[in-house]
């Protein structure tokens, strides 16, 4: 059974940084995709950034570029999102979500077998 337990969320002042970790229990080999996926209230999921394991090929959606990065430590088997100059408007729900076999990464939320609870990110102006 796969578990992915995310931690690193919070309450920040604009322009602050935080790092989002979800290390996959249960994986004995790396995964193919990971994803971090975000959720504000009243809005739709959307995805914040993937990498695909084997290339260490990444997206990110537009309004994050410069100013996330996401990276993988493949011995941990651990995703992390390191966010800087954070905006009020990144404030959400982030969920980290996993795809294994895959052969490219999807932008799709549903498309993700297995996900994580989510941690709260907070970012006041």
């Known amino acids: 059974q796969v578990q992915l337990v995310e931690s690193g969320g919070g309450s920040v002042q604009a322009g602050g940084s935080l790092r989002l970790s979800c290390p996959a229990y249960?994986?004995?080999?790396?995964?193919?995709?990971m994803a971090w996926f975000r959720q504000a209230p009243g809005k739709e999921r959307e995805v914040v950034a993937y990498?695909?394991?084997?290339?260490?090929?990444?997206y990110y959606r537009d309004s994050v570029k410069g100013r996330f990065a996401i990276s993988q430590d493949n011995a941990k088997g651990t995703v992390y999102l390191q966010m800087n100059s954070l905006k009020p408007e990144d404030t959400a729900m982030y969920y980290c979500a996993a795809d294994r076999p895959a052969r490219t990464c999807s932008v799709n939320y549903g498309d993700y077998p297995y996900r994580g609870r989510g941690t709260q990110v907070t970012v006041s102006s």
């Open positions: 990498i695909y394991s084997y290339t260490g090929v990444t």
């Open positions: 249960g994986y004995t080999y790396m995964t193919d995709c």
